[in-house]
């Protein structure tokens, strides 16, 4: 596929259309229950470049997903192909070895940190997923301080490996599988849409993390001191959620204060996504442990690592290990990725299209089933809601994405009920792409989710 045959949707069949219909049918006879993307965007992959991808139909998409967040350059960005193909040539599994591949993408990796965190901070490949990545960190934290309690927060999502699962907040992801991992404490996050203590947001001064530091301070609160505090900076599948910052900077101190490690869930955020290399760097805060995973490759290769201080550097050779943790096309691809950045800006277009996004999601502001517009960076969502009852508008979610994916553009649902609708483009995506796909997301709104008469 070129980039000239690609300058806008263009959606010519049904959606499903007959031979994506025919690949579906052939997933759904063969493939495993749990698979759930084309379950809501049913159409079947040809091939992609840079913000489209094209169905074997021939139909062509907009794609605001971004492979869930791995695309941080699109489809195919040839650069980092090249990059990946070259290193597949010399070697491709490692394990942990050492490799020029391996160094140089540690070497890029920390380069991105902040510089006072740079010095002090080491590096973990994990397996390949950012779910391992999770367990890694919690398995690090548990053995630096010989604790085994966890304090994550409502709403979060770390993964669905049996650990990660038990970290988040989805209860029907954990209730068909019983006896998940013990000793996991939720407090509220600062989700002040819905808050969940029930307070006015524009007077309450964040008064949801009183309930953590009260629990944690006080020698009747039934919590012993935890191994660690996972947080998301922007709560991503739980709908596109960003923290308030006296809420960060309130954890960061009370977990400073009482020497419990803080956690940073960058997978989803991490790698540029929101308009800095990683989240927490909004906040002014300085993290014990970062995660990170989908986007460091670039393309979709999978990496994944944590990245932690070295006063947690306590565990034994062999601690926490994965085949597939010395993928070298992957670090290959990410260095590359890290060039791309610098010498494109790249940091400056997702700020400066972040804005334009936002700017162009204005016209939603008025709809009556429009809870709130929010986001960072490229990563937004469009909460709906009932306009009498407040009620998720799981439907006219559902409806949107559907509709939306007729007109040629791809996006995903999350949040309580799905009823948040996420925009999630790739980083370099232009002005252009992004006034198209936002045109579309408003007439699907608009006609879904109606005025009350």
């Known amino acids: 596929m070129t980039q000239t045959t690609i300058n806008y949707p263009l959606v010519t069949t049904a959606i499903p259309g007959p031979r994506s219909a025919e690949y579906l049918s052939h997933q759904n006879q063969w493939e495993s ?4 993307y084309p379950r809501r965007l049913p159409i079947a992959l040809a091939e992609g470049f840079g913000s489209y991808v094209r169905d ?11 492979g869930a967040g791995v695309l941080s350059l699109g489809h195919n960005h040839p650069e980092v192909v090249k990059a990946a193909a070259d290193r597949l040539q010399v070697l491709t599994h490692a394990l942990d070895f050492p490799t020029p591949a391996k160094r140089d993408f540690v070497d890029a990796q920390l380069s991105m ?11 973990h490949f994990c397996g390949p997923t950012g779910a391992n990545a999770v367990d890694a960190a919690l398995k690090l934290c548990k053995t630096a301080t010989g604790r085994g309690s966890v304090v994550s927060f409502q709403g979060g999502f770390h993964g669905s490996s049996h650990a990660a699962m038990a970290l988040s907040g989805l209860v029907s992801q ?12 939720f407090f509220p996050y600062s989700y002040c849409a ?9 007077t309450c001064q964040t008064n949801c993390v009183s309930l953590l530091e009260r629990s944690l301070n006080d020698p009747n609160g039934g919590i012993t001191k935890p191994a660690a505090v996972v947080l998301e900076l922007v709560q991503g599948e739980g709908g596109i959620i960003p923290a308030r910052r006296a809420f960060v900077q309130r954890i960061r101190a009370l977990t400073k204060a009482l020497d419990i490690p803080l956690v940073v869930d960058e997978v989803q955020t991490g790698c540029g996504r929101t308009g800095t290399w990683f989240a927490f760097e909004h906040y002014d805060i300085e993290p014990d442990v970062i995660v990170a995973s989908k986007a460091l490759s670039g393309i979709g290769l999978p990496v994944a690592i944590i990245l932690y201080d070295k006063e947690l550097d306590t565990w034994s050779p062999g601690a926490h290990t994965g085949t597939f943790r010395g993928n070298q096309a992957a670090f290959a691809a990410g260095v590359e990725t890290i060039k ?4 494109d800006h790249i940091l400056e277009n997702v700020r400066d299209r972040g804005a334009q996004l936002r700017a162009d999601l204005t016209a939603l502001e008025p709809n009556p089933w429009v809870h709130e517009i929010r986001g960072r960076g490229l990563m937004w969502g469009i909460e709906l809601a009932d306009p009498i009852t407040k009620a998720p508008a799981s439907d006219q ?10 007109q040629g553009l791809i996006i995903e649902l999350g949040g309580r009920d799905d ?3 996420r925009l999630m483009p790739p980083l370099n995506v232009t002005a252009d792409v992004i006034d198209r796909a936002a045109a579309i997301v408003v007439d699907a709104i608009t006609q879904y989710c109606p005025s009350i008469t």
Request: charged share 20%; aromatic share 6%.
């Open 194 to 202: 819905r808050c969940p203590l029930g307070l006015n947001p524009d």
């Open 174 to 185: 954990k209730e068909p599988v019983a006896d998940g991992m013990p000793g996991v404490h």
């Open 340 to 343: 791309i950045f610098h010498r």
């Open 419 to 421: 009823s948040v609708v």
């Open 397 to 406: 979610a559902a409806a949107v994405q559907s509709y939306a994916l007729r």
């Open 113 to 123: 940190l902040p510089p006072t965190l740079r010095s002090r901070m080491k590096i």
């Open 56 to 66: 074997v139909d021939g139909n062509v998409f907009i794609d605001f997903l971004s």
């Open 33 to 36: 229950n749990a698979r759930s």
